[in-house]
């Protein structure tokens, strides 16, 4: 009898912090239903100003889907064919979205028509300040800057740097970084063929 | 009689955060969001505003639940409520103001586990009346954004030498009179020689400025408190 009373009271216990959980879920969906479509468009800004930064000699930035994706991938990759003030391709710039130290880190990789890499940008992430989050800064992402190219391949490994201690403390990060760039590459690889 | 009682403690309630019981001078609560966040006034008065809103919401819902939550549970339900104030501060800061959500970064999330808000919710909303949680809510948000404000002020003044508004719409830094408007240095004309006198310090900006101007201004407030005290005693 005793047993049956301390279960009915557990279940009532849980019931209640359902209750509370349910409550909150239901208000979170509100509040995201509102703010969704402004999160979108400021997240569209941030990427045109980011196109604009990584490839200033681009004119027209138009966003295309890799094909080889199923429709679920194709929100994580994709990219933006840039075209000069006269109609001509100029490079791409891929978008990928990796999983880095403290979760999802979105980057945006500027190439040449030959895919090697001219520039690079480390968007929303949620690395460690002042270790994985240095990666923001162009400084540090300067070491991925001219390779993918026969005379310099793309440092996929940290001894391959020149100057390794430079990301130290930061492995995870940089390895990262590193898996988004060589899938952009095989996607635009794919994708250009 | 009891309407001046009631406003008296209700004003004690809220002034209470705001000097005698400050979160951070006082109670030396919520230090890690402030170290974090202050080397801006306008990230401290970001972070200021959304942990108060997550304050005043946590506080007013766990009051008028204290019957409803079962005790055994009350930490789990008080996290449930408070993260969910968070992420909707986290959801708006991304919509509405989107400079201050990337500035503040992992500190916004941070505000679930920041102890002054746990720590009002359980020693004080859980306890007392809505009105009451309300008035203790305003006060210790508002002391803990003054505190920030104050930290972060000293932090940027002497860190750079301006002052950065431009996530708010300024049009550009703001530099104190004395400050060169171009240069953002402060600079002297001694009979006709230019003299540079200060251009900002990197180190009040990093983190171990942080320590070191919180524990100067710690200083500083426990050397008044004494003074006060020493007089109320002769």
């Known amino acids: ?14 019931l209640k ?12 969906i509100v509040v995201n239903i509102i703010t969704a479509p402004f999160i979108i468009r400021n997240n569209e800004k941030v990427e045109k100003e980011a196109n604009k930064e990584l490839m200033p000699e681009g004119n027209n930035f138009i966003r ?18 840039v075209q000069d003030s006269s109609g001509n391709i100029i490079g791409y710039i891929a978008s990928a979205i990796t999983n880095g130290y403290g979760g999802n880190m979105k980057l945006m990789i500027a190439f040449d028509k030959n895919l090697v890499i001219k520039n690079l940008k480390l968007l929303e992430n949620s690395e460690t300040p002042g270790i994985g989050k240095e990666f923001e800064k162009p400084k540090r992402m300067a070491i991925f800057i001219d390779t993918n190219s026969e005379s310099k391949p793309l440092p996929v490994k940290k001894y391959m740097l020149e100057n390794p201690d430079s990301v130290s403390g930061a492995t995870i990060s940089f390895n990262a970084i590193v898996k988004g760039i060589q899938r952009a590459i095989e996607l635009l690889n794919n994708q250009l063929k | 009689m009891s309407d001046i009682k009631k406003s008296n403690r209700y ?9 005698k019981e400050n979160p951070v001078f006082m109670l030396l609560l919520g230090l890690c969001p402030t170290l974090a966040v202050t080397s801006m006034v306008a990230n401290g008065i970001g972070m200021g505003i959304a942990a108060t809103f997550v304050l005043i919401c946590s506080n007013i819902l766990i009051s008028l639940l204290k019957d409803f939550i079962p005790d055994k549970v009350r930490i ?8 969910s104030f968070v ?36 020693a004080f909303a859980s306890k007392n009346s809505l009105t009451d949680s309300i008035m203790d809510a305003l006060g210790m948000g508002l002391g803990f954004t003054i505190a920030l404000i104050i930290i972060s002020f000293v932090r940027e003044m002497l860190g750079n030498c301006w002052f950065d508004f431009t996530g708010y719409g300024a049009k550009d830094v703001l530099t104190l009179p004395i400050v060169n408007k171009e240069t953002k240095e402060i600079v002297f004309y001694i009979l006709g020689q230019r003299l540079e006198f200060y251009s900002g310090s990197f180190v009040l900006i990093s983190a171990s400025g942080a320590f070191f101007i919180i524990g100067l201004l710690l200083a500083s407030i426990n050397a008044i408190k004494d003074k006060i005290n020493s007089k109320e005693i002769k």
């Open chain 1, 1 to 14: 009898m005793d047993d049956d009373k301390k279960k009915s009271k557990l279940l009532f216990i849980a």
């Open chain 2, 11 to 19: 004003f004690n309630e809220f002034s209470k955060g705001i000097l």
């Open chain 1, 64 to 81: 295309k889907n890799f094909s080889s994706l199923e429709e679920k991938q194709q929100k994580k990759y994709y990219y933006f064919e």
């Open chain 1, 17 to 28: 912090l359902t209750v509370i959980c349910f409550a909150a879920v239901i208000l979170l």
């Open chain 2, 87 to 122: 992420t909707i501060v986290e959801m708006l800061m991304k919509a509405f103001v989107p400079f201050l959500a990337k500035s503040l970064g992992i500190f916004v999330p941070l505000i679930v586990v920041n102890c002054i808000i746990l720590g009002r919710a359980e």
């Open chain 2, 76 to 83: 789990p339900a008080y996290i449930v409520i408070i993260a």
